[in-house]
């Protein structure tokens, strides 16, 4: 586990079909300036299927390894190269047929088959691909960075198919660690059993239910009893919006006015999803949901939602940030920073966290939904360090895309007026104007204006 | 050599925890508890107590807290009262399903509305049925010493259950009076090691889950069923439990208080009066004045209110003829005080009938005098003669 190499990563919208890189391969590899020795490929005038690059992946269960019948290909386990053996190979080319991709091909000069070897860990194509469409890179940095790490989540967990926040909650145990207390306030994270059900849990490290009402308070007790007796442990919330921002808020805005350290991850699903999808503080403007129910006299939630990761900025936290699961890396990073602030304060993560049962839309959406919702500016990715004084945006998007996109993708918005989704666009539009003037301010002036 | 000073009830409460040595204290104001935790507070602050002060934005988190705290291992104290307690009341109701034996005074104050700051017990007996241990204590020593003894009783492996220390908001809280500090080191021997989440602790090093969902299908419902039986074992060990803590802090410290309740004058009494709190004190000297003009009478205070000591109270029933309850609250469903309806309860285990009495006084502030308990001896004078009082009977009335 936890073993990512690197790879030949094309990008063939990049791609201008110069050619450039065919011709360094073949004289890294044939010493000669015929392309036919070259064992990456620039596929052309295929209309609209395909223009660019094609060259071995190195798969991690490669095809042409399992379809060679004299054993001459191989995976090296170091280098994740898939290396040929010409002294076994028998030349029948049933390699270039297992391969779906086209990574190895049969070369007529030379009478058998060759492919990509990344030149020793130094590719000579990608140093002549001027407009970059080539790189030799790791892509796999969360395997790589979180692999060895245990997931300290029996499987099992009774989510929802298509649900965001198990992806999320094994993520950040596993990140987070054993020498961790775990609270989990009522809603879809103990729902799934993460605290367990009559006797059994499948959690491997201390939980417990607070109430909904007190996750912060209880947590930091843990935490300054600890603290008291010289132990480290760490205190981790994987809180609903409901237990954050309605009835949960208050034991939650002491707890960060008085710099507990605890780490709070506020999973926004934007109402209780648990209890039959009702409404709460963090619902949208006009969404659906069954206590906001749309009739004729009805259209749906009649307020807008109420913006907790600045407020939660406001109380002068040592780390505040908004993360998606859909940008992986950029979540990991944030909870690695978050992890270190809550040695020192109060950290706050607010996750937006689509709901595949209650926002309706198809399971295998949940990704895309969450990409959408940063693209169009609906949810901004930024982070706030207290003590670095800094406030970035960590995905700026500087064109968003339409707002009908979004709303378009969840049926907890099919019934929108033009007027409704108006109303959207300028709630949407007035937060990320207030949030750019605060990043190019800087949040010093901030602070002094509190 | 201990330690004589003049202190009001609330300091005195505070001067119980610097004895008892908490890791964690929380504190949140509220009249007429509100100085139990500053004195608290400052001994944090001079280091006379080592404890990690909890200054928190609310009840609700208070006890929170100390619940977490607690599960972490934490010796822990607060105070609270009134609306306090009733915002606490959503973690309060779990600390003794919890077995969480966290200490907590009650300065008793009556409830709103009508708007009021004042003393009166509506508190301590609306959440009678909670499942924390109710000590009610009659005067200032007694504040001191029982909240050293509730660590102890809490902690007991047969208890594991939550104590409120109860006494008066006003008269027992702001009222002055000389209080014994034992010495440190005996107040040390006596705590002992602390005992508190050996049994469900939130500790990476020894991982746990704390109250998973349980009901339902097998072993769920079983399960919960007998986690309700072993906390009514539990309450009911503390009336085996108290007496005993009570017995080996006398032997230490000499300080002698009646465990579950205290008979007065009771041997050879007709008819007697029952107590709880402050107002016993008005109560013994009504009785001696009765007395002294020839009246057999006698008082029973409860010290002890939950778990109810129903062998105790049966015991000390079965001497009378004639029994007049002293109420400081009032139990709306049935038109009498909380006090007088558990006696009620109690009446069957006796052999014989004796007629009851309620009265109910001393709401809101106001003071419940000799006069008034000279009263409550006339009803139960009058009972033990077949006059036995149909209703309720209001002290203090405005007429």
Known sequence: MGNAYNTLVVYPEKCNGCGECEKACAKAKADSTDIVHSRIKVLKNLEDEYFGPVVCMQCGEPSCVKSCPAGALTKNPETGVVEWDEDKCVSCTICTLGCPYGGIYYNPLMSNVMKCDHCGGDPECVKVCEPKAIEYKTEANVYKDQGEREDLFAPGLAACLGCNMEILIRHTLRHVGPNTVLAAPPGCVPGIAVVGINGFTGTKVPSFHPLLTNTASMLAGVRRYYKHIGRDVQVLALAGDGGAADVGFQSLSGAAERGEEVLFVCIDNEGYMNTGMQRSGTTPYGSWTSTTPVGSSLPGKSGDQKYMPLIMLMHNCEYVATAVMAYMEDYHEKLEKAIQASKKGFAYLHVFSPCTTGWRYPQEKTMEVQRQAVATNTFPLWEYEREAEKFAFTHPVDNPTSMEDYIGMLGKFRHLSKEQIDHHRNTVATRINLLKAIAEEGIKPLKAAV | ?399
């Open chain 2, 1 to 399: 050599m201990p330690k004589r000073i003049v202190v009001d009830g609330n300091e005195a409460a505070a001067y119980g925890a610097l004895l008892a040595k908490p890791d964690m204290c929380a504190v949140f104001p509220i009249t007429p508890q509100s100085s139990v935790g500053e004195k608290v507070a400052t001994f944090i602050a001079n280091g006379d107590l080592k404890a990690d002060l909890l200054d928190v934005e609310g009840e609700h988190s208070v006890l929170s807290m100390l619940q977490g705290g607690a599960l972490a291992g934490a010796r822990t104290f607060t105070a609270t009262c009134g609306q306090g307690l009733a915002f606490m009341f959503e973690p309060y109701f779990r600390s003794p399903n919890l077995r969480l034996p966290i200490v907590m005074c009650i300065v008793c104050r009556d409830g709103i509305t009508p708007q009021c700051v004042w003393g009166g017990q509506q508190d301590a007996m609306t959440v009678k049925e909670v499942g924390w241990i109710q000590m009610h204590c009659e005067n200032n020593q007694e504040i001191t010493d029982s909240i050293v003894m509730a660590y102890r009783i809490g902690e007991h492996s047969d208890v594991m259950l939550p104590v409120n220390v109860c006494f008066d908001g006003n008269f027992l809280s702001y009222a002055a009076e000389p209080v014994e500090i034992v010495d440190e080191e005996i107040a040390d021997k006596f705590m002992g090691e602390n005992n508190v989440n050996w049994h469900a602790a939130l500790d990476p090093e020894r991982p746990m889950a704390i109250d998973p969902l349980t009901g339902m299908t097998a072993p769920g419902g079983e399960a919960f069923a007998r986690y309700r039986e072993g906390q009514c074992k539990g309450m009911q060990n503390s009336l085996r439990v108290i007496p005993e803590i009570h017995k080996e802090w006398k032997e230490l410290t000499g300080h002698d208080f009646a465990p579950l309740i205290e008979e007065y004058r009771l041997d050879d009494a007709e008819h007697a009066i029952m107590t709880i709190g402050s107002m016993t004190g008005a109560g013994k000297d009504a009785v001696d004045v009765a007395r002294d003009k020839g009246k057999k009478v006698g008082l029973i205070k409860v010290k002890t209110f939950r778990p109810w000591p129903l062998k105790a109270m049966v015991s000390a029933l079965s001497k009378i003829k004639a029994l007049s309850v002293v109420d400081r609250s009032v139990n709306f469903g049935w038109n009498c005080g909380p006090l007088y309806q558990e006696v009620l309860a109690t009446l069957p285990f006796l052999d014989k009938k004796i007629p009851l009495v309620s009265l109910i006084g001393g709401l809101a502030g106001t003071d419940l005098t000799i006069d008034h308990m000279a009263e409550a001896i006339k009803t139960a004078e009058d009972a033990a003669q077949g006059k036995v009082a149909e209703e309720t009977i209001w002290l203090n009335k405005m007429y």
